[in-house]
């Protein structure tokens, strides 16, 4: 399907691997000339050569913490007017609540609320001015289902989700549409990092204890980044601007839910 995204600018956060890396790929073979963004220098750079060199579009690789004003400054002198963008920046890691003080809890709300709608409010004006935007945030299975330990990163983009909710209706009119990806179980470095502390934890090998968290997903198996960077080029097409302010749940059917 031709998604219409030749010639279009985007900018991905956090997009040197993982869920980020999927988007940018999907968008790169697009047709989209992007930005990507990462904090660790090498790793960054050898995703945008792999890009380059699968797909041919220019990439631009912005070594910065997207959570600091710095660095989204940065991300907008190499992009100053996209046309796309991709919301990612990594979660607090996994804490107790009772274990969490109030500058841990500022910092994640910074990482995965405030820091999306700043980028939303320095992109969207330009947006207005073309008549057109696609502006999708990765948030987490988490929103709609809680996860023990990562309440902090689930309230944070919860809080996103019902922010932008009232915000997405005031763009509409603009052609831009602001959607949300839910991502369940993908096949991710975090997601290995898990499977590692609960092979540890339980005394099994790491297959086998993917093999047990396989076993309660559905369609058994873990989600790719690859096909959730297509899902996410779809909502950025042109075939997705009747599409907004919705929750794409991409979880191989583990949330168990009629609505």
Do not use: W
């Amino acid at each position: 399907m031709e998604l219409g995204l030749s010639g279009k600018t985007a900018i991905i956060c956090a997009s040197s691997k993982g869920l980020g890396k999927g988007c940018a790929m999907a968008l790169a073979e697009a047709g989209c000339t992007i930005t990507i963004n990462g904090r660790t220098e090498d790793i960054l750079q050898a995703t945008a050569e792999e890009i380059r060199q699968a797909t041919g579009v220019k990439v631009t690789a912005v070594a910065a913490d997207v959570s600091t004003a710095e660095g989204q400054r940065e991300l907008l002198r190499a992009c100053p007017q996209p046309d796309i963008l991709i919301n990612n920046n990594g979660g607090p890691p996994r804490k107790d609540y009772t274990l969490l003080d109030r500058e841990a809890m500022i910092e994640g709300v910074i990482q995965n609320m405030i820091t999306p709608i700043e980028l939303i409010k320095a992109v969207t004006p330009s947006m207005k001015d073309k008549n057109f935007g696609r502006i999708v945030n990765i948030t987490s299975l988490s929103v709609l289902s809680p996860i023990e330990g990562l309440d902090l990163s689930s309230g944070a983009r919860a809080g996103l989700t019902s922010f932008l909710a009232g915000v997405t209706r005031q763009l509409a009119p603009y052609g831009i549409t602001i959607n949300n990806i839910l991502p369940g179980k993908m096949d991710t470095d975090r997601l290995r990092g898990g499977l590692r502390a609960a092979a540890k934890n339980a005394d099994i090998t790491e297959d086998e204890a993917a093999g047990l968290q396989q076993a309660e997903i559905p369609v058994r198996r873990f989600g790719h980044p690859e096909e959730f960077g297509n899902a996410c080029a779809f909502l950025c097409s042109k075939h997705a601007g009747y599409i907004t302010g919705q929750n794409l749940l991409m979880d191989g059917g583990l949330f168990a839910s009629a609505f």
